[in-house]
């Protein structure tokens, strides 16, 4: 059995470190996110603005690979941006146009540039040393109901982004799919596994989320990607969900961008543009793909034997880390600096 201190620090810059870095962007009422791995990039949606912002913040000019989980404004509004701003290389999307104006400024941005167009069938991209494993929506015109699924496997770190899906599409992908070949091929797709993290489905819409699918990924950690808007996203029902399952659940609209550092073994740490440097936050095990997480009362930080004492910030392990940071160890490893 795994167990995980939770930290939270502030948020970082570009960060040069062998791990996976995933970033939720806070980009208002709408979707982005970023992931990072040895140089690689991906990005999935663009929101309806700002992803130029952070993409020239952290200085990317190349993404290997773009991802729109479908067409709706919120979610691609801000691709003309970024084939403007950046090499893209792939392009991929459910392959169910619209007729908006986004849209079809989106399609004439990519005709313009060079990227190679991908349809979303079942297929694994490998970004550096991650894997990307493409879920192919469920036939149908439904735009919500025709999200791209993608589950990003790092080791044995796993998230997993879903798009609008509401519940039909989230019951087809339980009922059909199942575990990729060793070559990253599967029959009709990657079976929905345990996961770390998951991004909320439909912005935290009721009809989003269901006890199945709670269920089945049980994530560690939640993110909803919202803005202010008119539609009650996120449902406090769904945010109960979730957390009710054991996972943190964090906000754009509150926490601001997400930062996940994760490592190919699986322990990873979470940040956010807000975050609150007070220490502990829980401590739950993770029992992978046997039991649903729990979690368990908070226990006071001691200095046990096999705590490094470090001089400055605080021991994680055999390591030390800033004092702001997240550490993810096994119980009994993690203790206060000296002063």
């Not at 991650?130 to 109901?145: E, K, L, Q, S, Y």
């Not at 979690?295 to 004492?309: G, H, L």
Request: glycine content about 10%; charged content about 15%.
């Amino acid at each position: 059995m795994r167990y995980a201190l939770v930290f939270v620090w502030a948020l970082a810059a570009p960060l040069a470190a062998q791990h996976l870095e995933i970033r939720f962007l806070n980009v208002g009422q709408g979707d982005a996110a970023l992931i990072r791995e040895s140089g690689k990039t991906a990005l999935i949606d663009a929101g309806t603005a700002g992803v130029v912002s952070y993409l020239r913040e952290l200085q990317i000019d190349t993404i290997d690979l773009v991802v729109a989980s479908h067409n709706h404004a919120d979610h691609i509004g801000g691709m003309t941006g970024v084939f403007g701003s950046a090499v893209v290389r792939f392009y991929l999307d459910n392959g169910v146009p619209h007729t908006t104006a986004t849209y079809q400024r989106t399609i004439q941005a990519l005709r313009a540039s060079r990227a190679q167009y991908l349809t979303a069938t079942s297929r694994t991209i490998t970004l550096g040393a991650a894997r990307v494993h493409v879920i192919a929506p469920p036939p149908g015109r439904d735009h919500n109901n025709s999200s791209v699924g993608i589950l990003v496997e790092y080791g044995e770190f796993h998230a997993l982004f879903t798009g609008d899906s509401e519940q039909d599409e989230l019951q087809y992908w339980l009922s059909t799919t199942r575990s990729p070949s060793p070559e990253g091929r599967g029959g009709q797709g990657v079976r929905i596994p345990q996961v770390h993290v998951v991004k909320v489905a439909h912005h935290g819409s009721w009809n989003g989320t269901t006890a199945e699918w709670v269920a089945a990924t049980q994530p560690a950690v939640a993110v909803i990607s919202v803005g202010k808007n008119g539609y009650g996203h996120p449902s406090p029902q769904v945010i109960a969900q979730w957390q009710d399952a054991g996972a943190r659940v964090y906000r754009t609209d509150y926490d601001g961008s997400v930062l996940i550092l994760a490592n190919d073994d699986g322990s990873f740490v979470v940040t956010t543009d807000r975050a609150d440097t007070s220490g502990v936050i829980r401590l739950r095990p993770f029992v992978r793909d046997t039991s649903r997480a729990r979690v368990a009362t908070p226990v006071p930080v001691t200095s046990p034997a096999c705590c490094k004492i470090c001089t400055r910030g605080k021991a994680c392990g055999n390591s030390c880390i800033s004092r702001a940071y997240q550490c993810r160890q096994p119980p009994g490893c993690a203790c206060d600096a000296k002063q």
